[in-house]
């Protein structure tokens, strides 16, 4: 069975700063999807960012990028000038493109703070 | 509405009450999850529903029953709770379950068993 880790329970960061949220997983397969999701305080979660396994470019989507690491399965999500709405939960996630069903495995989340 | 609704957002019961949570998907899906969402655990899935057919249960105790009448709708009925259940319950629906395709969330019910 594949296991995410997000071993940073808190991050904390300056408005207009950066701050990078570190996720390793375990899997043996080699296709697969990684995410970022984000709960905010109204606790609805909201995809930030997909990567997927086979593809080498690290995806980006506006302030948000991901550094993939394939080889050392790691999934880091970097946030470039942190905003005040950034405030919230993160989740990495990890779904099987090898396996049948849209099962997401979930990380633990780390939580950002943004400072004004 | 948009999106995935939850009804209600805080729900406080006994252990010996009977209550029911409710989903509601307004975006054409076929696929409806419920997550259990604990304190420093992470999301876990407990129920999947494909074309209103249960595809997955994951050694979810029977106490929780779900529902799901129809594609746009979901429910968790719950009895006999214990307080370990108190927790962050979250829907989510996608295009189907057997193709890669994004889950969108609801709020939660965040559910308190005294």
New interface residues.
């Given amino acids: 069975a594949q296991t995410?880790t997000q071993s940073q329970p808190e991050m904390s960061v300056q408005e207009a700063e950066t701050v990078t949220l570190s996720c390793t997983y375990d899997t043996s397969e080699s296709d697969y999807?990684l995410f970022w999701?984000k709960q905010p305080p109204?606790?609805?979660?909201?995809?930030v960012i997909?990567q997927e396994a086979y593809k080498q470019q690290n995806a980006t989507e506006n302030r948000f990028s991901v550094n993939f690491q394939k080889a050392a399965k790691s999934f880091s999500l970097k946030i470039s000038d942190s905003q005040l709405g950034d405030a919230a939960m993160y989740?990495c996630a990890y779904?099987s493109?090898e396996a049948?069903?849209?099962?997401?495995?979930?990380?633990?989340?780390t939580r950002v703070l943004v400072k004004p | 509405e948009t999106g995935v609704t939850q009804t209600p957002r805080h729900l406080v019961m006994g252990m010996t009450n009977k209550k029911s949570l409710k989903c509601e998907q307004h975006l054409g899906h076929n696929a409806m999850y419920w997550y259990k969402q604990s304190a420093k655990k992470p999301l876990e899935l407990m129920f999947v529903y494909n074309f209103k057919e249960q595809t997955e249960n994951n050694s979810v105790p029977s106490r929780f029953s779900p529902e799901c009448p129809n594609s746009s709708h979901l429910f968790l009925h719950l009895h006999t709770l214990q307080p370990e259940d108190s927790a962050l319950y979250l829907c989510a629906s996608s295009q189907d379950y057997f193709s890669y395709n994004e889950q969108f969330f609801g709020p939660g019910t965040r559910l308190t068993v005294l």
């Fill in positions: 995410v999807y999701y109204s606790r609805q979660m909201i995809l997909r989740f779904r493109a049948a069903g849209n099962k997401l495995t979930f990380g633990g989340g």
